[in-house]
């Protein structure tokens, strides 16, 4: 007797997990990502239960000539649609596999491929260690550690992917392997800042660090104050040691519950730091900022589990629209730039500057294929978008923005804060031609669909 060929929908008699159809029964959930403005039509969705579930997906896709988008949250779909519809794609979502372990004996942790770093940083706290997790707790532990990862941690101690000891994935041949540097080298690179190109990734294991608390807050002045404030900030980066990340943002906070009161429906300019100092010495940091005297002021020694709260990104899904870009530098008058330009923006919910360098320097770290920044500054903008209307506003407006600073740009981007197509060139600079070699060799006929492609 020979078995029936598989179709999409016999896929789901070989799986523990669930497949939808357009059309079934809780279809537009399963195909929303976290960001809901996003409207994502693949030929399927998988939502899988376990590594066999992965195997069955992967070999399935293979057989019906279809290709495999993986995505866990969809923080980042903007791109993964942006780059061709998805109609010959399964979407496989990770959301169930969650599992999160931490050995307290080697410092490290294993959290399965839909893990977010809220789950993480809280499973890792009690052991008096902490993952570089980024500034949103429901953010996943996946594609933020693929495409760098870069954390309130960042200038002491580097991109979150210089710290993984190994990936465990499935491979387009349907192989479910673990890689680490010395298993197969230049696949564990690749994987390190090549993003989804390579395979369906179901654990990372990563070292963790013995941090349980930090002087983190932020200082909030009337929007108005910007022109002063944001070229303070500049200089004042200039002074601090690697121990000190810090943000400087131009908020514009929409009159919503979900916001704090003294913020609702007010606009401001905020420096956020987090400071891996003693309080005398973040204390005496601060005093150029606080001598600026902030309407608000929220430092103080912060757990590291309540670190996440420090950016105030939206707890729950939302719909967005906004980009990022690494910057070269910033002198004085791109600093002006950016202070006339966001003021002349209010659609933007925030406009921010994020401070690189320190252990984030190229060739500080021998990681992956990202494995520092080449840049001293990343801008990200980013808007509510309720309706496509409005997310044509907000793009136009991170689009202004953006090339406020164009001379600013660096030669290379960075995957987890673009949200908009990228030329691979730019994206992945010298790593590409490496890229390439090792996505012929493991994933020959495209079978992958990464949201910042290397081909
Ligand atoms: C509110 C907010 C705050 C953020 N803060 C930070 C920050 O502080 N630092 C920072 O570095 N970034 C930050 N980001 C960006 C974030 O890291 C990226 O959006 C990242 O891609 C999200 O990963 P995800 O798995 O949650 O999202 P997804 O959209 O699910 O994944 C993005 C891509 O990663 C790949 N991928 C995901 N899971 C897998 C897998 N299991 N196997 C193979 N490939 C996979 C796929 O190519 C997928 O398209 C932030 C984003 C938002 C919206």
Request: one cysteine or more; glycine letters at 10%.
């Amino acid at each position: 007797m020979t078995a029936s060929p598989i179709t999409l929908t016999s896929l789901a008699d070989q799986l523990t997990g669930e497949v939808f159809l357009p059309g079934d029964p809780g279809w537009d959930q399963a195909r929303t990502p976290w960001n809901v403005a996003v409207d994502q039509h693949p030929a399927a969705v998988v939502l899988v239960e376990g590594v066999r579930d992965v195997v069955a997906t992967v070999e399935a896709a293979r057989t019906l000539g279809l290709r495999v988008a993986v995505q866990g949250t969809g923080h980042n779909a903007a791109p993964l649609g942006a780059n061709g519809s998805l109609a010959d794609t399964i979407l496989l979502r990770t959301t169930r596999l969650r599992d999160v372990t931490i050995d307290p004996a080697t410092g490290t942790a294993r959290a399965e491929a839909g893990a977010l770093w809220g789950e993480v940083t809280a499973a890792a706290a009690p052991h008096g260690l902490a993952a570089l997790a980024g500034s949103s707790p429901d953010v996943g532990v996946a594609g933020y550690t693929l495409g760098g990862g870069l954390s309130w941690l960042a200038r002491a101690h580097g991109l979150a992917a210089n710290h993984v000891r190994a990936i465990e994935l499935v491979t387009a041949d349907g192989t479910h392997r673990r890689v680490d540097a010395a298993t197969d080298p230049d696949l564990f690179w690749a994987l390190r800042g090549g993003g989804g190109n390579f395979g369906v990734v179901t654990a990372i294991e990563f070292g963790l660090l013995p941090i349980t608390d930090l002087f983190a807050g932020a200082l909030l002045w009337p929007v108005e104050r910007a022109a002063e404030v944001v070229p303070a900030w500049r200089q004042w980066v200039e002074t601090v040691p690697e121990e000190v990340t810090s943000v400087v943002r131009v908020l514009n906070l929409p009159p919503l519950p979900l916001i704090p009161e003294p913020l609702r429906g007010r606009s401001f300019v905020a420096v956020e730091a987090a400071i891996l100092l003693d309080d005398a010495a973040a204390t005496g940091l601060l005093t150029p900022l606080r001598a600026l005297g902030p309407a608000m002021d929220t430092f103080h020694r912060t757990p590291i589990t309540e670190l996440a709260q420090l950016h105030m990104d939206p707890p729950e899904p939302v719909p967005a629209a906004g980009d990022g870009v690494l910057l070269a530098d910033l002198d004085d008058a791109a600093v002006r730039r950016f202070v006339d330009v966001t003021a002349a923006e209010p659609a933007l919910l925030s406009s921010e500057l994020r401070h690189l360098g320190g252990a984030l320097a190229p060739g500080r770290a021998a990681g992956g294929a990202v494995s520092g920044l080449d840049a001293r500054f990343l801008l990200f903008t980013v808007g509510i978008a309720p309706s496509p209307e409005a997310g044509a506003a907000v793009a136009a407006a991170a689009g202004r923005v953006k090339g406020a600073l164009a001379p600013q740009h660096a030669a290379t981007q960075f995957a987890n804060f673009r949200e908009s197509r990228c030329d691979p060139a730019e994206m992945y600079g010298q790593a590409l031609e490496r890229l390439r070699a090792v996505r012929s060799r493991i994933d020959p006929e495209g079978l992958f669909r990464g949201h910042h492609p290397v081909d």
